[in-house]
């Protein structure tokens, strides 16, 4: 699990309902049940003594991990390909690197 692997698990702090109101996302946010996944992950990480940090997530798919420039893309662009350092790899994993 999640807890007993990382000390330190970080969450883009999403505005779920915001998101629920936009009729393109709603059904797949409810699916995933993303509130709840997050609240049982806060609850396990503080019985495993690992914590939960929530970041603002402003443009954390559009920057570049390894040297920071912004990339924009679009919500259908899947792969981040930084033109000034080279770097290539799945949006959401840059994103998660940073």
Not at 8 to 23: A, Y
Not at 46 to 60: L, Q, W
């Amino acid at each position: 699990m999640m807890v007993d692997r990382f000390g330190t698990i970080v969450f883009e702090n999403l505005k779920i309902k915001s998101m629920q109101k936009n009729h393109h996302l709603a059904k797949s946010i409810a699916d995933v049940a993303w509130n709840q996944f997050i609240t049982i992950t806060e609850d396990k990480a503080e019985e495993a003594g690992s914590r939960v940090i929530p970041v603002n997530p402003r443009n954390t798919s559009q920057m570049c991990s390894r040297c920071g420039m912004t990339v924009k893309k679009t919500l259908s662009d899947r792969v981040h390909s930084c033109p000034q350092c080279g770097l290539a790899m799945d949006r959401d994993q840059n994103a998660g690197v940073q």
